[in-house]
């Protein structure tokens, strides 16, 4: 599905060094999961618009799949920083998360599918429950329960986002909790 890059500890540009920093101050104050991924959120939006925010190693994609690259990992294991790089078709599998998470939008734009899982058993499905389209600068956050989804690059070019997740996603290679395969209804 996806392949990873770990570049360690050591953030690459200034830029870069101070959204590392804005994140930590804010993963630091403890608060829950999902008062978390907002308090990250807010310090995100300010760094998506820069055009120096990424060196250009982590701006590379990859013609059979969206390509992850770990940005930067914490050494307590609170938070990762990721790129995600999507060529134009690309898109995940129907997933959810290990933790909260914070997304935004560095280039291009993403078009986001949520589900709820509804039923048991042989009566287990996913149920469309919205469809939004992230664009350059968009900043989004969840936590689980409730963070089911697809996301997909529609536009016709490269689309880069940034993802913030309260987890080492060094040393676990993903943010997918796991992935569903049940049938999509629309009830």
Same mark, same amino acid.
């Given at each position: 599905?996806?392949?990873?890059?770990?570049?360690?500890?050591?953030?690459?540009?200034?830029?870069? #060094? $101070? &959204?590392?920093?804005?994140?930590?101050?804010?993963?630091?104050? +403890?608060?829950?999961?999902?008062?978390? /991924?907002?308090? %990250?959120?807010?310090?995100?939006?300010?760094?998506?618009?820069?055009?120096?925010?990424?060196?250009?190693?982590?701006?590379?994609?990859?013609?059979?799949?969206?390509?992850?690259?770990?940005?930067?990992?914490?050494?307590?294991?609170?938070?990762?920083?990721?790129?995600?790089?999507?060529?134009?078709?690309?898109?995940?599998?129907?997933?959810?998360?290990?933790?909260?998470?914070?997304?935004?939008?560095?280039?291009? #734009? $993403? &078009?986001?599918?949520?589900?709820?899982?509804?039923?048991?058993? +042989?009566?287990?499905?996913?149920?469309? /429950?919205?469809? %939004?389209?992230?664009?350059?600068?968009?900043?989004?956050?969840?936590?689980?329960?409730?963070?089911?989804?697809?996301?997909?690059?529609?536009?016709?070019?490269?689309?880069?986002?940034?993802?913030?997740?309260?987890?080492?996603?060094?040393?676990?290679?993903?943010?997918?909790?796991?992935?569903?395969?049940?049938?999509?209804?629309?009830?």
């Amino acid at each position: 599905m996806t392949s990873s890059t770990f570049s360690g500890t050591t953030a690459t540009t200034p830029r870069l #060094a $101070e &959204l590392i920093t804005a994140v930590g101050e804010a993963v630091r104050m +403890e608060r829950p999961p999902s008062e978390t /991924a907002r308090l %990250v959120a807010d310090r995100m939006r300010p760094f998506l618009l820069d055009p120096d925010l990424l060196p250009d190693r982590y701006r590379v994609g990859n013609p059979d799949h969206y390509l992850q690259h770990v940005l930067h990992a914490e050494e307590d294991g609170s938070f990762s920083v990721v790129a995600l790089v999507w060529l134009p078709g690309q898109e995940t599998p129907i997933h959810d998360h290990v933790s909260w998470c914070v997304t935004g939008v560095h280039e291009g #734009a $993403e &078009l986001e599918r949520r589900y709820e899982l509804r039923g048991a058993g +042989e009566t287990l499905r996913l149920v469309p /429950a919205g469809e %939004v389209v992230n664009a350059r600068g968009t900043v989004c956050g969840f936590a689980p329960p409730g963070d089911i989804h697809l996301v997909r690059n529609d536009c016709d070019t490269m689309a880069i986002s940034l993802h913030v997740y309260g987890a080492d996603i060094s040393r676990l290679g993903s943010s997918v909790r796991r992935q569903y395969t049940c049938p999509v209804t629309d009830a």
